[in-house]
């Protein structure tokens, strides 16, 4: 693992030089406070995606577009376009659970494992140099969640 970390840091430092990247051994945890069948879920992505009728994120913005999505919670794939450019989007074109599994999670609900799903879900840019931005949005996301009362944001990376 440390190795392909250090390949992608040398990626990185190649876009952009001034970016000083940093690797966490230690990852915060929160426990549950209640059972996961009592718990509302959102999902928060870093795969680019928004939806059709949204402005995608500004993809050639140097230092990375730290604006954020809301995808509703009762979109259909249809709906959804991702507009990130530093993956393939084979695989998510043919099933979007690839990089954001709402389906699973729809069917987690339906069979009793989570609670409910968030009216609300959540997307955010990959490939971000300057997250000074990006911390601040992802407070705003994290106090909107709370709002809507969600109990659990399941984050999957692009």
């Not at 840091?9 to 690797?23: A, C, H, R």
């Amino acid at each position: 693992m440390i190795k392909s970390l250090l390949v992608t840091k040398k990626i990185i430092q190649k876009k952009y030089p001034s970016y000083e990247y940093t690797v966490f051994n230690d990852t915060p945890v929160t426990p549950l406070s209640k059972p996961l069948h009592e718990c509302k879920l959102a999902l928060v992505t870093s795969g680019g995606l928004h939806v059709k009728t949204d402005p995608p994120f500004d993809t050639k913005h140097k230092e990375g577009d730290c604006s954020f999505r809301v995808l509703p919670g009762d979109m259909e794939h249809k709906d959804i376009m991702v507009s990130h450019e530093s993956y393939d989007h084979k695989f998510i074109n043919e099933d979007i659970n690839c990089v954001f599994p709402v389906d699973r999670m729809r069917e987690y609900v339906r069979e009793g494992r989570i609670k409910s799903l968030s009216e609300a879900h959540y997307s955010f840019m990959g490939h971000i140099y300057v997250t000074g931005p990006l911390i601040e949005n992802s407070a705003i996301v994290g106090k909107r969640l709370k709002e809507l009362g969600v109990d659990i944001a399941f984050l999957t990376p692009a």
